[in-house]
């Protein structure tokens, strides 16, 4: 699998609405499976630049070890040292090395340890048989909707082999905008079908992500907590509604014929003088689910 074109930018743009988003009841089910542990090892697959460990580090009592995957080494590197800035300030006594940071703090009258190792590699093409101890849980944040079908079921069916939970995050189910035109609609089936448009790795499962995750886990008789995680973006969310405007830019004509790109092109400057005119807002529909033995 290629590298996404996803900024540090983007990636911390929509670190809030992630957050704000996340369904409770799929975060609760995963907090309770692993509640009292003495340890967590957790992989963060796709991690960009680390936004599930700056999530979750606060929120889980156990100490952690944390290991990223991810391909893009900009993005990597940019969690890396952001991970050591988050520890130090958090009041953790930090010790840094080429590839992996331990950070140590007195926690509820003991010794926490948050860890972190970053690895530069495709997740897809990762052997967890090799790793002296295997993660007791698989974070995705925003990943698999990217991924063809084949890709997906190959990589779960290596978590259901090892039995490694998984928790999926922020899966793509749909947009809407609040102006709700008829353009407005057409150019929104038009950014979603892009995700699914031929390529060379085959055809990413897009806003279908989650009802085949769904289905393919039942006919493995496997657990599964799952829950809609939407974006709500105001008017005054500028930044994010203009952001999810340019990503439109850059998809939507290669799905339409040369005829249309100009129509496209002035709702396109429509959409973006609402937006500085605080006359717009935005909902982006999500599922986020966990997966347990």
């Given at each position: 699998m290629t590298e996404t074109d996803f900024t540090a930018e983007w990636l911390d743009t929509r670190y809030s609405f992630?957050?704000?988003?996340?369904?409770?009841?799929?975060?609760?089910?995963?907090?309770?499976?692993?509640?009292?542990?003495?340890?967590?090892?957790?992989?963060?697959?796709?991690?960009?630049?680390?936004?599930n460990l700056r999530y979750w580090f606060r929120q889980l009592e156990s100490p952690q070890k944390w290991t990223?995957?991810?391909?893009?080494?900009?993005?990597?590197?940019?969690?890396?040292?952001?991970?050591?800035?988050?520890?130090?300030?958090?009041?953790?006594?930090?010790?840094?090395?080429?590839?992996?940071?331990?950070?140590?703090?007195?926690?509820?009258?003991?010794?926490?340890?948050?860890?972190?190792?970053?690895?530069?590699?495709?997740?897809?093409?990762?052997?967890?048989?090799?790793?002296?101890?295997?993660?007791?849980?698989?974070?995705?944040?925003?990943?698999?909707?990217?991924?063809?079908?084949?890709?997906?079921?190959?990589?779960?069916?290596?978590?259901?082999?090892?039995?490694?939970?998984?928790?999926s995050t922020i899966n793509i189910a749909g947009l809407e905008w609040s102006t709700a035109t008829f353009q407005d609609k057409y150019y929104s089936r038009c950014y979603l079908h892009h995700m699914n448009r031929p390529q060379a790795f085959g055809m990413a499962l897009g806003a279908h992500v989650t009802n085949f995750a769904i289905d393919f886990y039942k006919k493995h008789q496997v657990n599964v907590e799952w829950g809609r995680s939407d974006w709500q973006i105001a008017e005054t969310d500028t930044a994010m509604l203009l952001a999810n405007l340019n990503y439109m830019e850059q998809a939507i004509p290669e799905m339409l014929p040369e005829a249309e790109?100009?129509?496209?092109?002035?709702?396109?400057?429509?959409?973006?003088?609402?937006?500085?005119?605080?006359?717009?807002?935005?909902?982006?529909?999500?599922?986020?689910?966990?997966?347990?033995?």
């Open positions: 992630d957050s704000k988003a996340r369904n409770q009841q799929v975060e609760a089910a995963f907090k309770n499976y692993f509640f009292g542990r003495k340890e967590i090892q957790l992989m963060d697959v796709g991690a960009g630049t680390g936004n990223n995957v991810e391909l893009n080494p900009e993005l990597l590197a940019l969690g890396f040292q952001q991970a050591a800035q988050l520890l130090t300030t958090e009041g953790y006594g930090v010790k840094q090395f080429e590839n992996h940071i331990s950070g140590m703090k007195r926690k509820n009258g003991r010794f926490h340890e948050v860890r972190l190792l970053a690895l530069q590699e495709s997740f897809l093409d990762f052997a967890f048989e090799i790793l002296p101890v295997k993660p007791d849980v698989v974070l995705a944040n925003a990943v698999f909707d990217l991924l063809s079908p084949e890709m997906f079921v190959a990589f779960a069916e290596k978590l259901i082999e090892h039995r490694i939970p998984l928790l790109h100009s129509a496209f092109s002035e709702w396109l400057s429509d959409k973006r003088k609402q937006v500085e005119a605080q006359k717009l807002r935005l909902n982006v529909y999500h599922y986020d689910w966990f997966v347990y033995f």
